[in-house]
């Protein structure tokens, strides 16, 4: 049985035991976020998310999650084109590489990261001859939040990618249209739908990111103290703080989903009309 549109059932009937293990795995994923709201203090909410630092913390994380969402657009569009062209050897090396950050504990990727571009790291011992200093900056949390988002963006182009029809690029090539033609006009809004929810869920995972940033950019408020490490020194000062600054995240993930799926379904029929053109 699969479900359709507006959750209707078509196929045949499901064993009871999956819809038993199914409604599990819902209550498993839907309890915690419940106790989680059940303990936010609400009469003190306005007042525990507004604070000088949870608004510090949270301007930043806004500021480089866009920012690290626009890297993964600029790096990850064009990765996600050359793996759904590569075959063979050299694919699997190149997406399990690039999918890796996917299975790495997010810390490991945060030591990685300053063993590249710390002051004595492969390429930050250059950048320092230079004055130019990344860990622990900014710019490191940028890296880290992009170094750990990629993957999302680069999956959901590629996989959409490599399900499109090939007919209509080949008969705009056949037409006379540049490759950079058929990628503006075709390619590209054939993958449109996943290319927006690969960018939401690429923003949600920069915004969220604690681990990576923790461990190559530190904790410095202003600097590289996001929302979630605010969370984690609140935990131990002002636990109510930490609870209602947590809820600010979940709320952030639940619109964040919402709009992955409004975008795909608004976007998902108009595919074929907008690869039609070619000008």
Same mark, same amino acid.
């Given at each position: 049985m699969?479900l359709?549109?507006g959750? !209707?059932?078509?196929g045949?009937?499901?064993?009871?035991?999956?819809v038993?293990?199914?409604? %599990? +795995?819902?209550?498993f994923?839907? %309890?915690?976020?419940? +106790?989680l709201?059940?303990?936010?203090?609400?009469p003190?909410?306005?007042q525990?998310v507004?604070?000088? #630092?949870?608004l510090i913390?949270l301007g930043?994380s806004l500021?480089?999650?866009?920012? #690290?969402?626009?890297?993964?657009?600029?790096?990850?569009?064009?990765?996600?084109?050359?793996?759904a062209r590569?075959?063979?050897a050299?694919a699997?090396?190149?997406r399990?590489i690039v999918l890796?950050?996917?299975?790495?504990p997010?810390v490991?990727?945060g030591?990685?990261?300053l063993?590249t571009?710390?002051?004595?790291?492969?390429?930050?011992?250059? *950048?320092? %001859?230079?004055?130019?200093q990344i860990a622990?900056t900014?710019? +490191?949390?940028?890296?880290?939040?992009?170094?750990? #988002?990629?993957?999302?963006? %680069?999956?959901a182009?590629e996989? /959409?990618?490599?399900?499109a029809r090939?007919d209509?690029?080949?008969?705009a090539?056949?037409?006379?249209?540049a490759?950079?033609?058929?990628?503006?006009?075709?390619?590209l809004p054939?993958?449109?739908p996943?290319?927006?929810s690969?960018?939401i869920?690429?923003?949600?995972? #920069?915004?969220?990111?604690f681990?990576?940033?923790l461990?190559?950019?530190g904790?410095?408020?202003?600097?590289?103290r996001?929302?979630? *490490?605010?969370?984690?020194?609140?935990?131990e000062s002002?636990?109510?703080a930490?609870v +209602?600054?947590?809820f600010?995240?979940?709320?952030? /993930?639940?619109v964040?989903?919402?709009?992955?799926?409004?975008a795909r379904g608004?976007l998902t029929p108009?595919r074929?009309?907008?690869a !039609?053109g070619i000008?």
């Amino acid at each position: 049985m699969t479900l359709a549109a507006g959750g !209707r059932a078509r196929g045949g009937r499901l064993p009871w035991w999956v819809v038993v293990l199914g409604a %599990v +795995a819902v209550l498993f994923a839907v %309890v915690p976020i419940v +106790a989680l709201t059940l303990r936010v203090d609400w009469p003190r909410f306005p007042q525990l998310v507004t604070t000088d #630092s949870a608004l510090i913390a949270l301007g930043l994380s806004l500021r480089t999650a866009a920012i #690290s969402t626009t890297l993964c657009l600029v790096l990850g569009v064009p990765l996600a084109l050359l793996l759904a062209r590569l075959r063979g050897a050299a694919a699997t090396i190149v997406r399990t590489i690039v999918l890796l950050p996917l299975v790495l504990p997010p810390v490991i990727g945060g030591i990685a990261l300053l063993y590249t571009f710390g002051r004595r790291g492969l390429i930050g011992a250059h *950048l320092e %001859v230079l004055g130019v200093q990344i860990a622990f900056t900014t710019t +490191a949390v940028i890296l880290a939040q992009t170094f750990v #988002s990629l993957p999302f963006l %680069v999956v959901a182009v590629e996989g /959409a990618l490599r399900g499109a029809r090939p007919d209509y690029e080949a008969v705009a090539a056949t037409l006379g249209a540049a490759p950079g033609t058929v990628l503006r006009r075709i390619t590209l809004p054939l993958a449109l739908p996943a290319l927006v929810s690969g960018t939401i869920l690429a923003f949600a995972r #920069s915004l969220g990111e604690f681990g990576a940033t923790l461990a190559f950019a530190g904790s410095l408020q202003g600097t590289t103290r996001t929302l979630p *490490l605010e969370i984690y020194l609140q935990r131990e000062s002002d636990p109510d703080a930490a609870v +209602a600054l947590a809820f600010v995240l979940v709320a952030v /993930a639940v619109v964040t989903m919402a709009l992955t799926g409004a975008a795909r379904g608004n976007l998902t029929p108009r595919r074929s009309q907008r690869a !039609r053109g070619i000008r």
